[in-house]
T-cell receptor, first 114, second 112 residues
Framework: KAGVTQTPRYLIKTRGQQVTLSCSPI?????VSWYQQTPGQGLQFLFEYFSETQRNKGNFPGRFSGRQFSNSRSEMNVSTLELGDSALYLC?????????????FGEGSWLTVV | QKEVEQDPGPLSVPEGAIVSLNCTYSNSAFQYFMWYRQYSRKGPELLMYTYSSGNKEDGRFTAQVDKSSKYISLFIRDSQPSDSATYLCAMSAAGGGNKLTFGTGTQLKVEL
């Protein structure tokens, strides 16, 4: 069974540009969450989508947005990139939303903003 | 103060040692507790998942939860060099969906 797949794995962007990251969850999983990982702040929750609806949102500015498609695949977008947005962006999937689900992570997308 | 505190290490142990990794938390709403292992430049891998207070064992790994003390632990028996990684505790609240709150991670090195 394939795991969570994220593309692209590595990318470099310039300040002020925007970026779109893609995530394909484990087959059958309908919940997709996004996290940002940096050396200073660790892993921080961005948002969760289930059945194409945002269910939960972390404490990030509006420049960070996401969406989910009918096939459960998800994308996140960061507009007007800042140097501080350089991070590993992780996608996680789970079979359901609600409480107490097991959550599996992808390998992440490494974003460098220059 | 962070909701979840975890000693960042690094922790260096000889092969075969018993390793103890710990997290404390302040939010009493946390009900579900997980341990993830993350190798360098890889995504976190789920190791253990527990709900109630008590112990859960899986092979060389034992997860322990003490909700009264807001303290969780992961024990690794017979540690191997392949266990060298960063170990992250994570927890979620009832009704919180799939939002996980993570500790900062403990870097573990198991030496030959």
């Amino acid at each position: 069974k394939a795991g969570v797949t994220q593309t692209p794995r590595y990318l470099i962007k310039t300040r002020g540009q925007q970026v779109t990251l893609s995530c394909s969850p484990i087959s059958g999983h309908r919940s997709v969450s996004w996290y940002q990982q940096t050396p200073g702040q660790g892993l921080q929750f961005l948002f969760e989508y289930f059945s194409e609806t945002q269910r939960n949102k972390g404490n990030f500015p509006g420049r960070f947005s996401g969406r989910q498609f009918s096939n459960s695949r998800s994308e996140m977008n960061v507009s007007t990139l800042e140097l501080g947005d350089s991070a590993l962006y992780l996608c996680a999937s789970s079979a359901a939303t609600g409480s107490g689900n097991t959550i599996y992570f992808g390998e992440g997308s490494w974003l460098t903003v220059v | 103060q962070k909701e979840v505190e975890q000693d960042p290490g690094p922790l260096s142990v000889p092969e075969g040692a018993i390793v103890s990794l710990n997290c404390t938390y302040s939010n009493s709403a946390f009900q579900y507790f997980m341990w993830y292992r993350q190798y360098s430049r890889k995504g976190p891998e789920l190791l253990m998942y527990t709900y109630s207070s008590g112990n859960k064992e899986d092979g060389r790994f034992t997860a322990q939860v003490d909700k009264s003390s807001k303290y969780i632990s992961l024990f690794i028996r017979d540690s191997q060099p392949s266990d060298s990684a960063t170990y992250l505790c994570a927890m979620s609240a009832a009704g919180g969906g799939n939002k996980l709150t993570f500790g900062t991670g403990t870097q573990l090195k198991v030496e030959l």
